[in-house]
């Protein structure tokens, strides 16, 4: 920005506001001397008279119009002379970084990426469609001297972190376990919000009956978009019935926007209880009774008696055969 700039932006006005009011004054000059003269003629003045009247009339019209050229000069001095602070030009700030897509220093406004380790764009090529994925935020740095560490992406409300439920990898609902096993329960979420996942992130339990052993589990900073399994090794109950134990997933220092929380439902089946074992009657207690009576033994009897199929002559003989 120069002089003559200023000059034109700050001179003339001032110089046509002083000469406005000087063309009023003259046209009001001349506005008074016609009127006069007119006035005259009404009078039935004498031409002689009003010509007598004229050079006057104009010598003080001539006045004016000097007078007025006159203000308008030392305005215009007076202008140009007036003592003005130095313009100074606007200087665009040099970050110490390069544009991710047009390759060039970026000077102005920086605008970096939260999501990335390391994209930066500069302003023009910011505007432009399908640079970057869509959903991540980008910070707008005006000056260079500022860093990643001067900057806490915490509680905004443009920056919720979300999760969704995809599904369940083990373990469906109200699956069947025998009490005291051991089991792995999987799901599967994803990070559905506009920023990473912060430190700290934790999977913890909310309530029910805690199958794990465990009251939490870190997680890692998940992008956005990004797809993880998250995997707990717990244990059946010992009592029979339907047991579940309640998780959620915790973002510590960055608003909470959902209740959703996870679950893993199983059921403990009834022990099975053992029949007593109803022994069947023998084939051939009969020929067993018969013999008995003989003052055979029992124990040496049956056999024989299955051996023989029942042929008592046979298991006597047999017997006799063995005293």
Not at 119 to 133: A, G, M, P, R
Not at 224 to 250: A, R, T
Request: hydrophobic content about 35%; aromatic content about 8%.
């Amino acid at each position: 920005m120069n002089n003559s700039r200023f000059f034109f932006e700050e001179t003339i006005p001032e110089t046509l506001s002083e000469g406005a009011n000087g063309l009023k004054s003259l046209v009001g000059t001349f506005t008074t001397a016609i009127g006069t003269m007119i006035d005259n003629v009404k009078e039935n003045e004498t031409v002689n008279e009003l010509v007598t009247q004229a050079p006057v009339r104009f010598e003080e019209v001539t006045e004016e119009i000097s007078g007025f050229a006159l203000k308008i000069k030392n305005a215009f001095e007076q202008a140009i002379n007036k003592p003005r602070s130095q313009p100074i030009d606007v200087i665009q700030p040099k970050h110490q970084a390069v544009c991710d897509h047009c390759n060039h220093v970026i000077v102005g406004v920086r605008y970096k990426c939260s999501s990335c380790d390391d994209f930066d764009l500069c302003s023009s090529c910011e505007e432009l469609d399908n640079i970057h994925e869509r959903s991540h935020l980008f910070l707008k740095i005006k000056n260079p001297d500022l860093g990643m560490s001067d900057f806490q992406i915490l509680g905004d409300d443009d920056l919720e972190c979300k999760f969704k439920f995809e599904k369940d990898v083990t373990i469906p609902d109200k699956h069947f376990i025998e009490a005291n096993t051991a089991f792995r329960k999987v799901w599967q979420v994803r990070n559905v919000g506009a920023c990473p996942w912060p430190a700290n992130t934790c999977f913890h339990f909310v309530g029910g009956k805690n199958f794990a052993g465990v009251e939490r589990i870190a997680l890692p900073s998940l992008k956005p978009q990004e797809v993880y399994e998250i995997s707990l090794d717990m244990k059946s109950p010992s009592e029979p019935g339907l047991h579940s134990s309640f998780w959620n997933i915790n973002f510590p220092g960055v608003k909470m926007v959902q209740a959703d929380r996870l679950w893993c439902t199983i059921v403990v089946p009834e022990p099975q209880r053992e029949e007593p074992q109803v022994e069947e009657p023998f084939k051939f207690q009969r020929e067993l009774d018969s013999i008995a009576q003989m003052g055979f033994l029992e124990e040496l009897t049956k056999p024989l008696l299955v051996e023989f199929k029942g042929n008592v002559d046979a298991v006597i003989n047999e017997l006799l055969s063995q005293v």
